[in-house]
């Protein structure tokens, strides 16, 4: 079956430093591409999506980048602050459906 | 806009009993229904689709005699549990989308589920 791949699984990094989370899925026929930021207990909150017509797209300190050829999609985090720690997921669509397909989520930790 | 509310957010039961999750969209009416299952340290997995007034679609492997989804309106949707064990433990989130507004989902808050 269809399936996202992600990576890294934990990262930390120092304050005021970026994160780069990585995905790669393998339905070629995905159009839509989320990402969720899930605290403990919480449910997913999403902090930024791109659809496959557009190769990038930022939100103050959020950014995401689609490599279509490759498959690639990719969160960029700039000047991290400690609030930012949580699991990050990301999602794509399977194709002719609306149904989410998530990646296995990557632990993020800013230390002050 | 677009909130979504389950209820209750945590239940504890014994093993053999059966449990009933809803999930409400409270300011839209959604089109389709998500159920999710998320076990501790893991990724969300989708367990079904449901749209109102029709039976759910199960994703494999799913056991749809074990878990029922009854999407009664176009604002609630409802699982049971049924006879539960200490395996179906897990927190288990609905999301809901609109035909029309794209292809976002709007996540309930959860339901921990606790089997003893």
């Known amino acids: 079956g269809e399936n996202v791949e992600q990576h890294p699984s934990t990262l930390s990094v120092q304050e005021g430093d970026s994160a780069v989370i990585k995905c790669t899925y393998s339905?070629?026929?995905?159009?839509?591409f989320p990402w969720y930021k899930q605290e403990l207990g919480k449910r997913p909150q999403l902090i930024i999506d791109?659809?496959?017509?557009?190769g990038e797209k930022k939100d103050q300190r959020i950014a995401v980048t689609l490599n279509k050829t490759a498959k690639h999609f990719s969160l960029h985090i700039t000047e991290t602050q400690p609030e930012d720690s949580a699991v990050y997921f990301c999602?794509?669509?399977?194709?002719?459906?609306?149904?989410?397909?998530f990646g296995t989520g990557t632990r993020l930790k800013v230390l002050a | 806009g677009a909130v979504v509310s389950q209820h209750p957010s945590w239940v504890i039961c014994k093993s053999g009993t059966s449990v009933k999750i809803e999930c409400r969209s409270l300011?839209?009416?959604?089109?389709?229904m998500f159920w999710y299952r998320q076990f501790p340290k893991q990724s969300l997995m989708l367990m079904a689709t449901?749209?109102?007034?029709?039976?759910?679609?199960?994703e494999q492997g799913v056991e749809k005699d074990k878990f029922l989804i009854n999407h009664a309106s176009l604002t609630l949707s409802t699982l049971t549990v049924t006879s539960a064990h200490p395996e179906d433990s897990s927190f288990y989130i609905c999301?809901?989308?609109?035909?029309?507004?794209?292809?976002?989902?709007?996540f309930g808050p959860g339901t921990r589920l606790t089997v003893l």
């Open positions: 300011d839209f009416q959604a089109t389709t």
């Open positions: 999301s809901a989308r609109v035909e029309g507004w794209g292809d976002e989902q709007f």
């Open positions: 999602a794509a669509t399977l194709s002719g459906t609306y149904k989410y397909i």
């Open positions: 791109i659809r496959s017509n557009v």
């Open positions: 449901s749209n109102e007034g029709s039976k759910a679609t199960y």
């Open positions: 339905d070629s026929a995905s159009n839509y």
